[in-house]
């Protein structure tokens, strides 16, 4: 079956401009992660969804962050007012319930956001 | 908070050697997992094994298994008969166990694999 999916694969935007970037969860994953690598490190967590809410959005890390998830399927992550410290990969991750399986997190490939 | 840490940055291992990476972790917690992901260039992050806390048996994939210490709060992993494919960065995972948890990870550590 199809993975989880992400849009664009690449992302390359000025200093100052809006972007939105889109995450394709496989179908039936209630949850919804969103994650942040920066070059060379670890990933940091952003905001997960249960379904369209997000009860936990504690990793978002200012104001011009901000996400959400439309019938319980696609989400966006949308960046305002975009920084050249916002350049990272963006990575999406849905997970079903099946406590047999620990709950597995599945990523999609990512997209690259690269601010000039 | 929790917090995972992964002492090496790069390791190396000879095609059909074993290799070991090490992580230890944080956390108050009684319930809990931890993983291992695989991220090759392509980004797309691959789980190689998982362990649940409360199990005491180390998980086995193939050619993969861990050492897990849990009162060290150490999660090693062992890389046998490793080949080319195996080259990649690996990261280390904590989840506090309840479903919709997030994952914290280490730094990664990059792994090459010599011919």
């Known amino acids: 079956g199809a993975g989880v999916s992400q849009s664009p694969s690449n992302k390359v935007t000025e200093k100052g401009k809006d972007v939105e970037l889109r995450c394709d969860p496989i179908?039936?994953?209630?949850?919804l992660y969103w994650y942040r690598q920066s070059l060379g490190q670890g990933l940091e967590f952003l905001i997960y969804?249960?379904?369209?809410?997000?009860?936990?959005k504690s990793g978002l890390p200012s104001d011009r962050f901000s996400a959400e998830r439309t019938g319980g399927s696609v989400s966006t992550l949308t960046i305002q007012r975009t920084q050249q410290e916002d350049s990272a990969v963006y990575l999406c991750?849905?997970?079903?319930?099946?406590?047999?399986?620990?709950?597995?997190?599945?990523f999609g490939p990512g997209t690259r956001l690269t601010v000039l | 908070a929790q917090t995972v840490t992964q002492s090496q940055p790069e390791m190396s291992v000879q095609e059909a050697e074993t290799v070991t990476l090490s992580c230890t972790y944080d956390t108050s917690e009684s319930d809990y997992y931890l993983f291992w992901y695989k991220q090759p260039p392509s980004r797309q992050m691959i789980l190689v094994i998982r362990q649940e806390a409360y199990k005491q048996q180390n998980a086995t994939e193939n050619r993969f298994s861990v050492n897990f210490q849990k009162a060290a709060k150490s999660f090693s992993l062992k890389i046998s008969d490793s080949q080319l494919g195996d080259a990649a960065m690996y990261f280390c995972?904590?989840?506090?166990?309840?479903?919709?948890?997030?994952?914290?990870f280490g730094a990664g550590t990059i792994l090459r694999v010599k011919s």
């Open positions: 991750a849905s997970s079903p319930r099946d406590r047999e399986n620990s709950n597995e997190q599945f």
């Open positions: 179908s039936g994953h209630t949850a």
């Open positions: 995972a904590y989840r506090r166990g309840a479903y919709g948890n997030k994952l914290v």
């Open positions: 969804f249960q379904g369209n809410s997000a009860p936990d």
